[in-house]
């Protein structure tokens, strides 16, 4: 068995007992479970912390928890942080014109969202949100930062739409959502092939780009359509042109029914979504290694599991639930929003390599409260959405710098014990979650459909969800930590942001980590400038390596356990990439969606390195990535030597539009001897 990195780390010192991370290691151990087995042993059993007490205003756990807070010191902003800051969160001063400071800028928004406190206790709350912010302990969704205490009030970053009404209709709401900093999703299922889903994607594209030319924040919107649809291959492989739809995501639904049938080498019928009746069929190991091809070569389909989304959607009452936000961590049923936050994990690790349990608990308590608050101070673009919105009351509170909080504490996110540590983060934060919505509920009722919901047999609930994991692509650049959960993308890279504006970065944790080794850190510096990663690096310390390796240097399928760990304990969904190195093939992309839905997760989402131009992170300091995504867009091949139809071409791939066969001339094998290779042992369909 090769030899498992270190499982802390206390201030540079490597700690080699199991029994500091987890209780009764050693008494397993001497009862011959081996090393893993303890570790899912101890996760499979719930973690006794000490519970924090609800901090409410004027007691002495909110005075603890607001010194606790002001002893972390002033906000800190990074080069790239202040350059996001001035573009897109400080408000400038309506007399002077000069910007607000962050100081001004969090007190702004914290005294915002107390309004919905009462009025004797709105000052000591409002402070001690403001506190939360500044020690960057927790940031909400962007549009809270950017919109609260000004006069366009919109605080949610997440919304669906239906589509039932007249393209105008539905043109002008996702307007009025986008201009407020908010994304929008859409499932396209509803429609036939005559009114022509992908017609409706790309006017609803051209109505984003419209607001984009005004000088706003870009726009993002998600595109679901059913596995089932006729319109499905045209659909998987729209984004072969790349200058398409450029400002949608597409997800494909599948079902637990298609994915049986894929590993039945089955075919699966598509259906017209009005009368039900039966289009055409399909070979489904074909249409899912052609999404596979595809994702392999744009990046897209992501794929959603649908029926597993709506097994614990909470209210099914309400109707089902066919789409997500554009980053699709965020389930909604037609017109629901969804307010986010997210918790920096790495400044609750302690000096003995541990988290700070109880101070933990006091702020996922406080920022439920938060989201809560935000919920009624919000002012909501569409009434609709609103009178939706409070029947359910959900928010979604998740955690950013996971990666920074592993190399914290000595463990290398390529190894088991990373799956373990997110299951036991996010088991505790889920469970604390759920006692702060408990006590909202006492004091201020559960959410108004709670007696009609699947929540209804177990204690009252303010909120029907309470937790997501969101992508935190700007507040983790406030933050300065790692986004959401995933591992360092690169250890010094470039970044493109505001569109056309290029920062350059170190990993924060770099130096420290290397004067904590005992290694020079300009050395450190110096030999990552170029590559972004430490490549070979034999001279120095292997378990200092293996806590800085990067995403594409981590196995894929140990970002899907990952991400699989997280959602176990996360009530909608999460938001991961899984990061490919440019030299993976289509093949490995379709184990991955295979993977992801064994292991139980809501979705995936998969890009591989270079396979897109205007990567907005580019690996190193000095050289340019070289771009492979052809521009040409899709050409005519020869027969498909399945069908006979003519074959369509981009680049390397080649694919059917009538029996959805495909082949990419880079990937080794035929698509055929691919999916046969790669059929997991079990083959039945969790």
């Known amino acids: 068995m090769a030899k498992e990195g270190p499982s802390a780390l206390a201030v540079g010192k490597p700690v080699t007992s199991l029994a500091t991370c987890w209780p009764n290691a050693g008494k397993l151990a001497a009862n011959g479970y081996t ?10 059993t719930q973690w006794k912390a000490p519970i924090a007490e609800a901090a409410d205003p004027g007691t002495k756990t909110m005075k603890n928890l607001l010194d606790k807070l002001t002893a972390m010191g002033p906000f800190q ?64 969704n962007s549009p809270t930062l950017m919109n609260a205490g000004t006069d366009s009030g919109a605080l949610s970053a997440c919304f669906v739409l239906p589509i039932s009404e007249t393209s105008d209709q539905i043109e002008a709401q996702t307007i009025l959502i986008q201009r407020s900093g908010g994304g929008t999703g859409f499932s396209f299922s509803t429609l036939t092939e005559d009114q022509d889903p992908l017609a409706w994607i790309a006017r609803l594209d051209r109505a984003t780009d419209s607001i984009r030319q005004v000088g706003l924040r870009r726009g993002a919107n998600m595109a679901v359509l059913a596995v089932d649809h006729p319109s499905l291959l045209q659909f998987v492989t729209a ?47 074909r249409a899912l290694h052609l999404m596979a091809q595809m994702a392999w070569l744009t990046g897209e389909p992501g794929m959603l599991f649908l029926d597993r989304i709506n097994e614990t959607n909470p209210t099914p009452h309400l109707g089902t639930i066919q789409s997500t936000n554009p980053c699709g961590e965020q389930p909604l049923l037609p017109y629901e929003s969804c307010n986010l936050g997210s918790i920096n994990l790495a400044r609750f690790v302690t000096e003995a390599g541990d988290l700070d349990w109880p101070f933990l608990a006091q702020v996922v308590r406080l920022a439920i409260r938060f989201l809560d608050d935000v919920i009624e101070t919000n002012q909501y673009p569409i009434d609709e959405v609103r009178r939706q919105t409070l029947l359910t009351r959900k928010v979604g509170l998740g955690v950013m710098g996971f990666a920074d909080a592993l190399i914290l504490l000595g463990v290398p996110y390529q190894s088991a014990h990373a799956g373990t540590w997110a299951e036991r983060i ?51 650049i406030l933050a300065d930590c790692s986004s959401g959960i995933e591992p360092l993308y690169a250890l010094a890279m470039r970044r493109l942001i505001l569109g056309d504006q290029q920062t350059k970065e170190i990993s924060p944790l770099l130096v420290p980590m290397a004067a904590r080794f005992g290694i020079d850190p300009e050395s450190v510096v110096a030999r990552v400038q170029d590559s972004g990663s430490f490549d070979e690096a034999h001279d120095l310390p292997p378990e200092f390596v293996a806590l800085f390796r990067t995403a594409h240097e981590i ?34 992309v379709y184990s991955a969606f295979l993977l992801a839905d064994r292991l139980g997760c809501k979705g995936v989402t998969v890009y591989r390195d ?23 867009g899709t050409q005519k091949a020869g027969p498909c030597p399945e069908c006979g139809t003519t074959l369509n071409m981009t680049g390397p791939c080649r694919w059917c539009m009538h029996c959805a066969w495909s082949r990419c001339d880079e990937a080794p094998r035929s698509p055929t001897t691919l999916n046969r290779a790669n059929e997991p042992e079990n083959r039945k369909h969790p």
């Open 426 to 476: 996010m088991r505790f934060v889920a469970e604390e979650s759920k006692r702060a919505s408990n006590e909202l509920a006492k004091k201020r009722g559960t959410f108004p459909e709670f007696e009609r919901s699947t929540l209804a047999s177990g204690p009252p609930v303010r909120n029907a969800t309470t937790n997501t994991i969101a992508p935190t692509g700007s507040i983790s």
């Open 77 to 140: 902003a990074s080069k790239t942080a202040q350059v996001l800051l001035k573009a897109r969160y400080l408000r400038p001063d309506p007399h002077s014109g000069a910007a607000e400071s962050t100081e001004h800028l969090f007190g702004r928004v914290a005294d915002h969202v107390a309004l919905a406190e009462p009025a004797g206790r709105r000052h000591e709350v409002a402070n001690a949100f403001s506190l939360m912010m500044r020690s960057r302990c927790f940031l909400p």
């Open 555 to 588: 196995p894929w399928q140990q970002h899907l356990r990952v991400q699989a760990a997280f959602q176990k304990y996360v009530d909608n969904s999460v938001s991961k990439t899984i990061n490919f190195p440019r030299q993976a093939t289509a093949r490995d």
């Open 239 to 285: 984004k072969t042109d790349p200058s398409r739809l450029v400002n949608f995501n597409l997800s494909v639904a599948v079902t637990h029914a298609f994915m049986q049938t894929v590993l039945d080498h089955g075919r699966f019928d598509l259906h017209n979504p009005r009368t039900k009746d039966i289009v055409t069929s399909l070979d489904a190991d």
């Open 610 to 632: 270079g396979s897109r131009t205007g990567q907005i992170l580019e690996k190193g300091l000095t050289q340019p990535i070289e771009m492979q995504q052809p521009t040409g």
């Open 35 to 44: 090393r893993n087995e303890v570790t899912q042993r101890n996760v499979a």
